[in-house]
């Protein structure tokens, strides 16, 4: 059920549909995606990171952590049976995480979003798409709170039942009198 489209799933589209406009695969776009939105929501709230700076040394048997670079941003990554996909926290953004937290918000209406979204990071030129604070100012802030509500709109139009007076429109009723 669609709660609504927020700035975090505004940020988390856009900055997906700017990581897959760059060159990751859909999946590893939409972990990024996920990632730079905690990322930016963490810092917004004035996060300070209590562990040594860096990727933490992976566990025996758990994939290596390393420094990834998407233009000049930077976050740490994991590679899962051939799929790179991010991580913050300690935690792994999975395809999964990024359907519950982000595309259920927009009910049945998210390939049309991720579409209008990957159409408007690609006019932009490679270099905003590389600054993360090109990016921020350029693509992200202008457009977020008008894409959270006509998101949100799409979304909760789609998710209402039909109303009675809806099913029956375009169709002439005819009053029947008894004689």
Not at 89 to 115: L, N
Not at 157 to 177: D, L, M, N, Y
């Amino acid at each position: 059920m669609a709660t609504g489209v927020g700035r975090f799933q505004v940020m988390a589209t856009l900055q997906a549909a700017r990581a897959k406009a760059m060159g990751l695969s859909e999946e590893s776009a939409k972990s990024w995606g996920l990632n730079r939105a905690i990322f930016y929501a963490a810092a917004k709230r004035g996060f300070k990171s209590t562990g040594p700076p860096g990727p933490a040394k992976a566990p025996k048997g758990e994939p290596a952590v390393v420094e990834f670079h998407l233009g000049e941003d930077k976050a740490y990554a994991v590679t899962v049976r051939g799929r790179t996909l991010f991580t913050i926290g300690g935690e792994v953004q999975q395809p999964d995480d990024f359907e519950r937290q982000i595309a259920q918000r927009f009910a049945s209406t998210f390939e049309k979003a991720w579409d209008e979204a990957l159409k408007l990071v690609r006019r932009y030129p490679r270099d905003v798409l590389a600054s993360p604070t090109a990016f921020y100012d350029l693509v992200y802030r202008p457009r977020r709170d008008d894409l959270a509500r006509a998101w949100t709109e799409r979304a909760e139009a789609r998710s209402q039942p039909a109303s009675p007076s809806a099913s029956r429109k375009g169709v002439r009723s005819r009053r029947i009198t008894a004689s």
